[in-house]
């Protein structure tokens, strides 16, 4: 079955460091993948997207994501964290093989940042 | 810009109680999607629509109904609830069904059950 594991579930970082938040899927066939980040109380906010071509994908707040089909990793980085970047991250997997939209998302890592 | 809207934001039943969700998705979204997240839990995905028809089905019990109305708003009815279905309930709209369409989330509703 397909499924997404985010190994870590709890992440903390000084403000400033750099941050990597690691994701595998597993799927049989190249899957749409997706981060999305979720402050206490928010809904789900999409930080990038991967659907094909370059593996190494920018989206928003300084956010990149790099897929490695070898790995079956879609991990999410950032070169210089801010405080306001703590918050939970979900990353999801969608089934090209449907197409229509259904996500399956990750168990998420909360990220803390210390000051 | 507008966004999803879920009413309401809280909602308190008690075990063996109905409820009704609503979900209002950005203008011109004609797909709709609803999530559940439990304390602590990832989202799930319990169904979707796409132009008033059922497009896709996930883990949503058979006490669970819903439906899109002709202004594409979604409500989920929820019936002979039970404690566990205390959870964060997401509604997220997209212009088209398919993943090149983005999905939208709203803000939730907080469901408790006691």
């Known amino acids: 079955a397909q499924s997404v594991t985010q190994p870590d579930i709890h992440i903390t970082v000084s403000e400033g460091a750099s941050l990597e938040l690691r994701c595998n899927y597993s799927?049989?066939?190249?899957?749409?993948l997706f981060w999305y980040v979720q402050s206490p109380g928010q809904g789900l906010q999409l930080l990038l997207k991967y659907f094909s071509g370059d593996t190494l994908v920018q989206g928003i707040k300084g956010f990149e994501a790099e897929f490695k089909r070898s790995q079956s990793s879609f991990n999410l980085r950032k070169p210089s964290v801010h405080w306001s970047d703590a918050a939970e991250y979900f990353c999801a997997v969608g089934l090209g093989s449907s197409n229509t939209g259904k996500l399956i998302f990750g168990q998420g890592t909360t990220l803390q940042v210390k000051p | 810009a507008a966004g999803v809207i879920q009413s309401p934001r809280h909602l308190i039943k008690e075990k063996r109680e109905t409820a009704t969700l609503k979900c209002y998705p950005i203008?011109?979204?004609?797909?709709v999607y609803w999530y559940q997240q439990g304390p602590g839990q990832d989202p799930q995905f319990l169904i979707s629509?796409?132009?008033?028809?059922?497009?896709d089905k996930g883990s949503i019990p058979d006490r669970f109904s819903a439906q899109q109305f002709s202004d594409y708003h979604s409500e989920l009815n929820m019936s002979s609830l039970e404690l566990g279905d205390s959870a964060l309930y997401f509604c997220?709209?997209?212009?088209?069904?398919?993943?090149?369409?983005?999905?939208?989330f709203g803000n939730g509703t907080r469901l408790t059950v006691t």
């Open positions: 997220a709209s997209s212009l088209r069904t398919g993943y090149n369409s983005p999905l939208h």
């Open positions: 799927y049989g066939a190249t899957p749409y």
């Open positions: 629509f796409y132009e008033k028809m059922q497009s």
């Open positions: 203008p011109r979204h004609d797909t």
